[in-house]
């Protein structure tokens, strides 16, 4: 067992508690859902725009989400880029990159209509926020081979999603418009359903 993995196994260990909590009632979001029969996210014109009624807790999530996800997406690029990975998980990190990545330019056209700023969150250390990594963390990501590299990122997208998941039932308890709470929903019903995978996965490496 390498450092880093058991690093991470640490992480996840302590990751915030309650990450598998139920997705009873949540509402498929066809254009921001990944699945795993390789259906992957469509465009944000598949998904309701915003209203022009938002509250605190609709522009803290795209605010926040925006740079979450685009450390998800970078996260996913990093694997991708190697070499001697199991296939299963490149597919998961390609689903998770075409699944995140329409979501990103729909909150930023969000938090255009709103009138907020979509990058006021984009410097914080990504280690200060929910389930996000660090700059280590990152590091040994890239540097990561093989076996290891895929292990690595099961466990980090793990803590990832579980942060991911947290910040969206804000949104979902707190939100007022309903295509950001719709959108809530599907990250926590998919990204529930990926830790399940990735769970697996690791147990298989």
């Given at each position: 067992m390498t450092t880093a993995t058991s690093g991470m196994r640490r992480i996840r260990r302590t990751a915030i508690a309650g990450a598998a909590v139920a997705a009873a009632?949540?509402?498929?979001?066809?254009?921001?859902?990944?699945?795993h029969d390789?259906?992957?996210a469509g465009g944000s014109s598949s998904v309701a725009a915003a209203s022009s009624t938002h509250d605190d807790a609709d522009a803290t999530f795209v605010q926040t989400m925006i740079p979450h996800h685009e450390q998800a997406v970078e996260m996913a690029d990093m694997l991708l880029a190697k070499s001697g990975v199991d296939a299963r998980v490149v597919s998961l990190a390609r689903e998770i990159k075409d699944a995140q990545a329409p979501e990103i330019a729909t909150m930023r056209g969000w938090a255009s209509s709103w009138g907020v700023s979509a990058t006021?969150?984009?410097?914080?250390?990504?280690?200060?926020?929910?389930?996000?990594?660090s700059v280590d963390d990152m590091n040994r990501l890239r540097s990561a081979q093989g076996v290891e590299a895929a292990r690595l990122?099961?466990?980090?997208?793990?803590?990832?999603?579980?942060?991911?998941?947290?910040?969206?039932?804000?949104?979902?308890r707190d939100g007022s418009d309903p295509a950001?709470?719709?959108?809530?929903?599907?990250?926590?019903?998919t990204q529930q359903r990926e830790i399940a995978t990735m769970r697996q996965l690791l147990s298989e490496l």
């Open positions: 009632g949540a509402i498929a979001l066809t254009g921001c859902s990944s699945s390789g259906h992957s006021e969150h984009a410097s914080m250390d990504h280690g200060s926020m929910s389930g996000t990594m990122f099961l466990d980090q997208m793990i803590v990832h999603h579980t942060g991911a998941i947290a910040m969206a039932q804000n949104e979902i950001a709470t719709q959108l809530a929903r599907s990250i926590v019903t």
